[in-house]
């Protein structure tokens, strides 16, 4: 789905575009800092787009839960180096989790071997090895892409443990931006929750129970070719196509997943 095409489906909630530093990250969008692989994924995740509805701007300190290989740090990092402070909330070292120990160690060579990714700071986080983003208080932004789902797919406790910490580490008055696989609201929440996919409803559930207040909802990263139900779970679709050559051409017509994207607010007043 074309980027004028999903901003024409943005919902009543939505908040307007802001033109805040458009040029920096812009700028930052196109640069070589990015890979062609990476930059190919924008038509579906829409940087630039999601970046503005959430408000952020280049003198904030914004944490990005389990930034995985760093697909978003190619662009938030160099957008705030100079004048803000992005922080990698990365997995945690010391556990026996595979996944981790093989991911952790790419992601902090990346982060060693480009200058302009150099002042991440990077941290630690799992809501039961260690429960807390950054120092309490000091982040702007808390954003999280396509993960909080992994937290839902282990428990319920641990998404709302989760959410609980963004909200901890959250100024008052701070944001937390959600993208997610959305799973249709008709769906059995059970049934799928080893799918990838997670309803809204249950997002906004959880992030009220931790404080948070939802202020926008943006269709700016949906896709209603995708139902949420492939054999697969979401990993059928691309980039991963988990089905191989099977239903290939199909998975490819689909595109990315349909996903929603959720700005919520830590409130100033508590």
Known sequence: MKTLTKLALLGALVAPLSTINAAPL???????????KNKSRDEYRNPQQTLHFFGIENDMTVVEIWPGGGWYTEILAPMLAEKGQFVAAHFPEGTDIGYFNKHLPKFKSKIEKTPELSKTK??????????ELTKAGTADAVLTFRNLHNFYMDSDEAMQKTLNAAFKALKPGGILGVVDHKLPENLDADKFRPSGYVKQSIVEKAAKAAGFELVAVSEVNANPLDSAQHDKGVWSLPPTLAGGKKDKAKFLA????????LKFVKPKKL
């Open 26 to 36: 812009n700028e930052v969008i196109k640069s070589e800092v990015r890979s062609d």
């Open 254 to 261: 689909i595109g990315e997943s349909n996903r929603m994207t």
């Open 122 to 131: 990077i941290t630690q986080f799992h809501p039961k090895f260690s429960p």
